[in-house]
């Protein structure tokens, strides 16, 4: 099967299959225009969507960091176009500020006692999950590679949004990388 995760049952293709109607899904699979539709179609949903957006309400507590799923959001990226762009280059860019603190990829706990990572703390072995954010972001550039896509990431800092972790993914896929 697929590398990557969180694609199954996605079929991808626009086509229906021999003898079934079009707009009805053979064995539950569903295209990826299901999600994915061209910004004529859904303007004005997204400008509504875009006007109506606030500040996060449910600010986080004092002693900790805002929660970030920086690796799962590029996982996400990464199998939308995997069944959206099938044979196709595309792009994903990621606009990122501060740690993952959150799902796949995480570099730094929430709780605010515990430092960022330093790249001191890297080379002396010393940040606790920099070998499993490593190996996450290795998957998510395997997937990306497969397809032919690739990852530019546009960051504020090299080490507190986890660049060094992620770092694969945009070699491997020959992105770019801009620091702001």
Known sequence: GRRG?????YGGGSAPAPGAAAGHHVSGAMPASKFLVPL???EFQLTAILEELNRDAFAPLPSCRRGRCTGTALMVASCLLSTSAIGMNARAMLF?????????????????EQAVRSHKDIVKGAAPFYHKAKKYYEEVAINLCANGHVLDVFACALDQVGLAEMKVCV????GNVVLA
Not at 97 to 107: L, P, S, V, Y
Not at 171 to 174: F, I, Q, R
């Open 5 to 9: 995760g969180g694609a199954a049952g």
């Open 96 to 112: 990122t500020g501060g740690a993952a603190t959150d799902g796949g990829g995480t570099i730094v706990a929430k709780d605010m």
């Open 171 to 174: 070699e491997k896929t020959g």
């Open 40 to 42: 004529s179609e859904c």
